[in-house]
């Protein structure tokens, strides 16, 4: 059974610090990899997608990057703003341990809180 | 606007009572998706469908129905709700391309926050 884990659960920063968060999932046969923002009481909103056979994507100032080999995403976030302060989600699809089904499974997030 | 639309916000309603969630979404999106959100055990799939009159099992799909009569909506049914049917709800959507949806990113509903007392 595909799981994704995602270190640290919360992190605090000042503003301007350039960051890393951290997603690892443990079946490495995945379709793609997501990276999600969630502010409170808000739905989810799609950041980057990096497919299976790419190695990173980059949309402004964030930069996402898959090693599929080792289980492992980061995301990326430069120059962090108070704005920036919310959930962030990683969610795999895919998996041979999924028979290759179109299940979602998501990380439990790790919250940021950018400080003034 | 694109989006996906999810009602009620929110529902407060009693164990065993019926209840309807609605999604529906403008895109034309062939794949939808119902996950639940619980502190502590993250977001989980229940159902999703990958095109009219085809749906799914996810993780948790106990307790819950769903039908895809039409491309846009995808409701969720609780036939008879239980406290432990208490989260966050949200629906999800994404295009089919060729044969495969794996490339394409979801787009979120804003949830709806069920408490069954």
């Known amino acids: 059974k595909q799981e994704v884990t995602q270190i640290p659960a919360a992190l605090s920063v000042p503003e301007g610090e350039n960051l890393v968060l951290n997603c690892s999932f443990t079946?490495?046969?995945?379709?793609?990899l997501q990276w999600f923002r969630q502010d409170p009481g808000k739905g989810l909103t799609s950041l980057l997608l990096?497919?299976?056979?790419?190695r990173e994507q980059t949309s402004g100032r964030l930069n996402a990057s898959l090693d599929k080999s080792s289980g492992r995403s980061t995301l990326y976030i430069a120059a962090s703003q108070p704005g920036d302060s919310a959930t962030y989600l990683c969610?795999?699809?895919?998996?041979?341990?999924?028979?290759?089904?179109?299940?979602?499974?998501f990380g439990k997030g790790t919250k940021l809180t950018v400080n003034p | 606007e694109a989006q996906v639309t999810q009602n009620p916000r929110y529902l407060i309603t009693v164990t065993g009572k019926k209840l309807t969630v609605t999604c529906s979404q403008n895109?034309?999106?062939?794949?939808m998706s119902w996950y639940r959100q619980d502190p502590g055990l993250g977001l989980r799939q229940i159902y999703y469908?990958?095109?009219?009159?085809?749906?799914d099992k996810g993780d948790v799909p106990e307790g819950y129905k769903v039908s895809r009569k039409e491309k846009r909506n995808f409701p969720l049914i609780l036939e008879s709700p239980s406290p432990n049917q208490t989260s966050l709800y949200f629906c999800?959507?994404?295009?089919?391309?060729?044969?495969?949806?794996?490339?394409?990113?979801?787009?979120f509903g804003n949830g709806t926050r069920l408490t069954v007392t």
């Open positions: 969610a795999v699809r895919g998996g041979l341990t999924q028979g290759g089904s179109e299940k979602l499974v």
């Open positions: 079946d490495s046969a995945i379709y793609n």
């Open positions: 999800a959507s994404s295009p089919l391309r060729g044969l495969s949806s794996y490339n394409s990113p979801l787009h």
């Open positions: 895109m034309n999106h062939e794949y």
């Open positions: 469908s990958m095109n009219v009159e085809v749906t």
């Open positions: 990096i497919q299976s056979s790419q």
